[in-house]
């Protein structure tokens, strides 16, 4: 997640290092880069959902041409929990905690959000791989089971980034568990 932050902070113009120099400016400018971290992040999750979402929409051209029209339906499912959760990582407000946010987030919120943020980079391979599946099985009696399997997948993308939006809004039950990394 540095990488990110660096990245933005590195991509500063001279005026707002040398403000960064002034007191308690610097907390500001930091909060700043923070928001564009995330939007950055937010935008590369989004980013990668969105091409497994095409591959999930080019899978249902596939049944409909193959006449497996019974699994098209069951497979909308999945793609309809993948275009919820790309809808709502892209148009979620950025940040944590700008200068006159009413939200304010500490450092131990900001590092489960970090976790979340993860967890959902992670997600993004165990997708790809239940829509491998999906493929492979197509065509067999498997095909039921992958569709599921995918369609479970998809569905704890939206329930992580719902988690995630919880920690930043204070609500977040104490104890939740991230999904298995």
């Known amino acids: 997640m540095s990488d990110l932050f660096d990245r933005v902070t590195a991509d500063q ?107 959902m980079l992670q997600m993004v391979d165990q997708v790809s791989s239940a829509i491998d599946n999906v493929e492979a099985s197509i065509g067999t009696d498997g095909l039921p089971a992958s569709i599921r399997n995918l369609t479970t997948s998809a569905r704890q993308c939206v329930e992580t980034f719902d988690k995630r939006s919880e920690v930043i809004l204070g609500s977040e039950t104490t104890g939740a568990q991230l999904p298995s990394q």
């Not at 969105?50 to 999930?56: D, F, H, P, S």
């Not at 793609?79 to 407000?93: E, G, M």
């Open 13 to 119: 113009d001279i005026f707002k290092k040398i403000m960064s120099k002034v007191p308690g400016f610097s907390g500001y400018i930091e909060r700043q880069n923070r928001r564009a971290s995330d939007k950055l992040l937010r935008e590369t999750i989004a980013n990668h959902f969105e091409e497994l979402w095409q591959r999930v929409s080019a899978l249902q051209r596939d049944l409909i041409s193959q006449g497996a029209l019974t699994y098209v339906d069951d497979l909308e499912a999945a793609a309809i929990k993948l275009r919820q959760f790309i809808d709502r990582v892209r148009t979620a407000s950025y940040g944590y905690s700008g200068f006159f946010d009413a939200v304010k987030i500490n450092e131990a919120e900001l590092a489960r959000v970090y976790q979340y943020d993860y967890s």
